[in-house]
């Protein structure tokens, strides 16, 4: 593991672009559950019955008390060391875009600026008929489900299954893959598309790729150069004190 770590920090320092890519496996420490696996909130309530659009837009009554109960996991959040440790390497210049596929606003409450959402955030809401966008505080969850004044329905400003992802962030995040010079896969498996090929790009164009995971993953054969197998809070600190350690 130590040489591992030791040329993944000597890849991060040897200067261009580095772009991270993190996923719910980020996010787990800090208390928010990942779809994949037993995480409490998900071995209640199935995904594919209250995750898609087309469950949420036919039965919102019954959706929203799940998105409801999922923002209370996420409003108690707090960045851990994983987060901290990406909003330290931007800090040193060693990080120049987080893209994550997570929604709980937790790498910008850990100092992280520069960041592309890929599946929207849960700080806001939107209207399905007229776009309005509002902030989740001026919206009133008395009467369920929850409208826009245009009468539509209104719904966290989140990417459900089903959904496309926004285009200009999939766009930036594509554009940022195949100029990177290093990608940080960090707590994602990499399976959902087409996040799943940001790090396929970004190996194409001849990018150092660097896994940090607790198991291996698609990616682990094959694409990645450095595998630190270990959960991102973990080891994450000690790639940057590994950074800051080389001579």
């Not at 008390?65 to 060391?81: F, I, K, T």
């Not at 966008?133 to 008395?142: A, D, H, L």
């Amino acid at each position: 593991m130590q040489g591992e770590l030791n040329g993944a920090a000597r890849a991060l320092a040897g200067g261009g672009t580095v772009v991270a890519l993190t996923g719910a496996g980020i996010s787990i420490d800090s208390g928010i559950p990942a779809f994949r696996g037993s995480q409490g909130l998900w071995d209640r309530y199935d995904p594919m019955d209250y995750a898609t659009i087309e469950a949420f837009t036919s039965h919102p009554e019954k959706v929203w008390p799940m998105l409801l109960e999922l923002e209370d996991l996420m409003a108690a959040a707090r960045p851990n060391p994983a987060h901290s440790a990406l909003a330290e390497l931007e800090q040193m210049g060693r990080m120049h875009l987080v893209i994550t596929q997570n929604i709980d606003g937790l790498h910008q409450a850990a100092g992280s600026r520069r960041v592309v959402e890929l599946h929207g955030s849960g700080r806001r809401m939107i209207c399905l008929d007229c776009g309005q966008r509002y902030g989740k505080s001026i919206v009133s969850m008395g009467d369920m489900p929850p409208r826009c004044a245009c009468g539509g329905l209104i719904k966290p400003d989140v990417i459900f299954f089903g959904e496309a992802l926004p285009q200009r962030a999939l766009l930036t995040a594509m554009e940022a893959a195949a100029r990177c010079r290093v990608m940080l896969v960090v707590g994602t498996s990499a399976v959902v598309a087409p996040a799943s090929s940001l790090p396929l790009v970004a190996k194409q164009n001849r990018a150092t790729i660097i896994e940090v995971n607790p198991e291996p993953t698609g990616l682990t054969e094959g694409v990645t150069d450095y595998f630190l197998q270990e959960g991102a809070t973990q080891i994450m600190p000690r790639l940057v004190q590994a950074l800051r350690s080389l001579p």
